[in-house]
């Protein structure tokens, strides 16, 4: 499914942002000998980054997601070199998550995950207090020697428009290989608010193993069941909510794929049975607080190996 390598429609490839520069692409050549051509392309709400004709990365900044699914810039669809998908988006068991993307689901009253609200003794709860992430520019795109970078500016905003935070978010496409590629996705936040933000997770709220928030990877189906794994655990009860540099996570089912999830420092929440998805969480077990104009800052990296 999805395997086919066709570009997003309405997406035109070269031209940054209708700003007049030029992204051109890139010849690379892997250890194996393979040449491929690496090319950034800009639509009207998307962008891609292509191997060949293999769309890589798409990245949705502007999207068309309804206010209770706290609408916010996501990665999807992410593809092996070989044009397996290996995201999923909008699915029947969580219709909120989407693709690969920065979600939390508490940030002072506010939900930037979507769907409802942990409530502590009362479950999930709908409660119409939903945020969105609003991209405002790209501040730079371009094609390196071996890469394709973006960096792209962006305001969190409670449900009245109120600006929370604002955000610095980076994309490199890169590593490219015979087998595997690697994006990295860093992101920058800084308070607006004249009072302390706290970030909170479910598990922070009174509902243990759920310390979700942060870089999230909604993996696709082909990942249920699968694999997951650290450098000294394997299984997903052993390795949610531990610290290590990376998780594993190896597809159960179709072409053989793993998408290797580095952390910078934070606890993993993940899930392979009930559905595949991991997180660099940020209030795993307990809240973090950003006071008036603080930051915090976070780089991850995903290898993505598939097929040659």
Same mark, same amino acid.
């Given at each position: 499914?999805?395997?086919?390598?066709?570009?997003?429609?309405?997406?035109?490839?070269?031209?940054?942002?209708?700003?007049?520069?030029?992204?051109?692409?890139?010849?690379?050549?892997?250890?194996?000998?393979?040449?491929?051509?690496?090319?950034?392309?800009?639509?009207?709400?998307?962008?891609?980054?292509?191997?060949?004709?293999?769309?890589?990365?798409?990245?949705?900044?502007?999207?068309?997601?309804?206010?209770?699914?706290?609408?916010?810039?996501?990665?999807?669809?992410?593809?092996?070199?070989?044009?397996?998908?290996?995201?999923?988006?909008? $699915?029947?068991?969580?219709?909120?998550?989407?693709?690969?993307?920065?979600?939390?689901?508490?940030?002072?009253?506010?939900?930037?995950?979507?769907?409802?609200?942990?409530?502590?003794?009362?479950?999930?709860?709908?409660?119409?207090?939903?945020?969105?992430?609003?991209?405002?520019?790209?501040?730079?795109?371009?094609?390196?020697?071996?890469?394709?970078?973006?960096?792209?500016?962006?305001?969190?905003?409670?449900?009245?428009?109120?600006?929370?935070?604002?955000?610095?978010?980076?994309?490199?496409?890169?590593?490219?290989?015979?087998? &595997?590629?690697?994006?990295?996705?860093?992101?920058?936040?800084?308070?607006?608010?004249?009072?302390?933000?706290?970030?909170?997770?479910?598990?922070?709220?009174?509902?243990?193993?759920?310390?979700?928030?942060?870089?999230?990877?909604?993996?696709?189906?082909?990942?249920?069941?699968?694999?997951?794994?650290?450098?000294?655990?394997?299984?997903?009860?052993?390795?949610?909510?531990?610290?290590? $540099?990376?998780?594993?996570?190896?597809?159960?089912?179709?072409?053989?794929?793993?998408?290797?999830?580095?952390?910078?420092?934070?606890?993993?929440?993940?899930? &392979?049975?009930?559905?595949?998805?991991?997180?660099?969480?940020?209030?795993?077990?307990?809240?973090?607080?950003?006071? $008036?104009?603080?930051?915090?800052?976070?780089?991850?990296?995903?290898?993505?190996?598939?097929?040659?």
């Amino acid at each position: 499914m999805d395997r086919r390598r066709r570009r997003p429609r309405g997406v035109r490839c070269g031209r940054v942002g209708g700003r007049g520069r030029r992204a051109a692409a890139v010849v690379l050549r892997t250890g194996s000998g393979l040449v491929t051509t690496l090319r950034l392309c800009f639509g009207g709400d998307d962008v891609a980054v292509l191997a060949g004709e293999v769309t890589l990365l798409r990245y949705v900044h502007r999207p068309r997601l309804t206010a209770d699914l706290a609408p916010r810039p996501y990665a999807h669809e992410v593809r092996t070199l070989s044009g397996t998908v290996v995201t999923g988006f909008r $699915p029947g068991d969580h219709p909120w998550h989407a693709g690969l993307g920065v979600a939390v689901p508490h940030v002072s009253g506010v939900n930037f995950w979507g769907g409802p609200t942990y409530v502590h003794g009362r479950g999930y709860r709908d409660l119409g207090d939903h945020g969105r992430i609003r991209h405002d520019r790209w501040s730079d795109a371009r094609v390196t020697s071996g890469a394709v970078e973006l960096a792209e500016e962006l305001t969190w905003l409670d449900g009245q428009g109120r600006a929370l935070l604002r955000e610095r978010r980076t994309l490199r496409v890169g590593d490219v290989g015979s087998g &595997s590629w690697v994006l990295g996705f860093g992101f920058h936040l800084r308070s607006l608010s004249a009072r302390p933000l706290r970030f909170d997770s479910p598990a922070t709220r009174g509902r243990a193993g759920a310390g979700y928030g942060g870089l999230f990877w909604r993996a696709s189906d082909a990942f249920r069941g699968g694999r997951v794994r650290t450098g000294t655990a394997a299984g997903e009860e052993a390795v949610n909510g531990t610290r290590a $540099p990376e998780v594993v996570f190896e597809s159960a089912q179709g072409p053989p794929c793993t998408v290797t999830f580095t952390a910078d420092g934070d606890p993993w929440f993940v899930r &392979s049975a009930e559905y595949p998805g991991v997180c660099a969480a940020l209030a795993s077990d307990v809240p973090l607080t950003l006071p $008036p104009g603080g930051e915090l800052s976070r780089r991850h990296h995903l290898t993505v190996t598939g097929e040659a």
